[in-house]
């Protein structure tokens, strides 16, 4: 069975975390790095099961302020970004000191605060918390039963990216332990919440290219440097949300069949345009 619109990984971390070497060794490539941030990009996982074969979106986004990046995942118009992801990895580097062991936990608490916000205590998405090698030889030794432990109490399976084979229970461990949970998700996309369409003739619609509006997904987190004025503020996250919105059409979008892309994309739009 193919997915023809399956649910979206949200890969992240901190900016150097190592989420493009986690993905290029979990699909054997990853995007190209075309700034000094991560955020934004795109990418995409050809899988096939016995059950299903799917190419699964990945996106990218990088946490250097935890509080900021919760504040903006938690407003309204993310709530219809975050509702389309089956799987949150979020890689960290293994911690030197404790104070990296609290950097850890403030991220995974955010983006627990940030599911529970959109999806309630309801959400099925897989989430994996990746411990990444680092640079040099930890110095903090904590055993893979505490980082199972801490990483339980926010919702997210710990996985040792170095770890082989398999553990006492017979599991397998690293890489194999995140390929397997993901092919173990359910993919299915349904009817992609409120950007659902119905079996009716819209016209031509809008053009997947042109829903993106030129936008990479979180490409006007920049934009809001900077601004004091509260009433350019204002517009600016209102043309936020627009853009967060398109952008997310056309996601959903990919994959489709020529006609029934636009009159899915008529649809959606038609609905986002009620509300701006």
Same mark, same amino acid.
């Given at each position: 069975?193919?997915?023809?619109?399956?649910?979206?990984?949200?890969?992240?971390?901190?900016?150097?975390?190592?989420?493009?070497?986690?993905?290029?060794?979990?699909?054997?490539? !990853?995007?190209?790095?075309? !700034?000094?941030?991560?955020?934004?990009?795109?990418?995409?996982?050809?899988?096939?099961?016995?059950?299903?074969?799917?190419?699964?979106?990945?996106?990218?986004?990088?946490?250097?302020?935890?509080?900021?990046?919760?504040?903006?995942?938690?407003?309204?118009?993310?709530?219809?970004?975050?509702?389309?992801?089956?799987?949150?990895?979020?890689?960290?580097?293994?911690?030197?000191?404790?104070?990296?062991?609290?950097?850890?936990?403030?991220?995974?608490?955010?983006?627990?605060?940030?599911?529970?916000?959109?999806?309630?205590?309801?959400?099925?998405?897989?989430?994996?918390?990746?411990?990444?090698?680092?640079?040099?030889?930890?110095?903090?030794?904590?055993?893979?039963?505490?980082?199972?432990?801490?990483?339980?109490?926010?919702?997210?399976?710990?996985?040792?990216?170095?770890?082989?084979?398999?553990?006492?229970?017979?599991?397998?461990?690293?890489?194999?332990?995140?390929?397997?949970?993901?092919?173990?998700?359910?993919?299915?996309?349904?009817?992609?919440?409120?950007?659902?369409?119905?079996?009716?003739?819209?016209?031509?619609?809008?053009?997947?290219?042109?829903?993106?509006?030129?936008?990479?997904?979180?490409?006007?987190?920049?934009?809001?440097?900077?601004?004091?004025?509260?009433?350019?503020?204002?517009?600016?996250?209102?043309?936020?949300?627009?853009?967060?919105?398109?952008?997310?059409?056309?996601?959903? !979008?990919?994959?489709?069949?020529?006609?029934?892309?636009?009159?899915?994309?008529?649809?959606?739009?038609?609905?986002?345009?009620?509300?701006?």
């Amino acid at each position: 069975m193919e997915i023809k619109n399956p649910r979206r990984i949200l890969a992240l971390g901190a900016p150097d975390a190592g989420v493009l070497s986690l993905l290029k060794d979990l699909t054997g490539s !990853s995007p190209d790095l075309i !700034s000094d941030t991560t955020a934004g990009l795109s990418h995409e996982w050809h899988l096939t099961t016995r059950y299903y074969t799917a190419t699964l979106p990945i996106w990218l986004d990088e946490i250097s302020d935890i509080e900021a990046w919760r504040a903006e995942f938690t407003k309204p118009e993310a709530k219809e970004v975050v509702t389309v992801l089956g799987a949150w990895i979020f890689c960290f580097r293994k911690p030197v000191k404790e104070a990296d062991v609290d950097a850890v936990k403030a991220s995974l608490q955010g983006i627990a605060d940030v599911i529970e916000r959109a999806c309630g205590y309801s959400s099925d998405a897989v989430c994996l918390a990746v411990a990444m090698s680092q640079s040099m030889t930890p110095h903090l030794e904590k055993s893979s039963e505490e980082w199972e432990e801490l990483c339980m109490e926010y919702g997210f399976e710990y996985v040792d990216s170095e770890a082989k084979g398999k553990n006492e229970f017979g599991e397998e461990m690293g890489l194999k332990r995140i390929e397997d949970a993901l092919k173990a998700n359910d993919w299915e996309g349904g009817d992609g919440g409120e950007f659902g369409f119905e079996d009716e003739e819209f016209g031509e619609g809008l053009d997947a290219e042109e829903a993106e509006m030129g936008m990479e997904l979180f490409g006007m987190k920049a934009a809001v440097n900077g601004i004091e004025d509260a009433d350019e503020e204002g517009q600016v996250e209102e043309l936020e949300g627009m853009m967060r919105r398109m952008v997310a059409i056309k996601d959903m !979008s990919e994959g489709m069949p020529e006609e029934e892309r636009k009159r899915f994309a008529a649809k959606a739009v038609n609905d986002f345009m009620k509300d701006y």
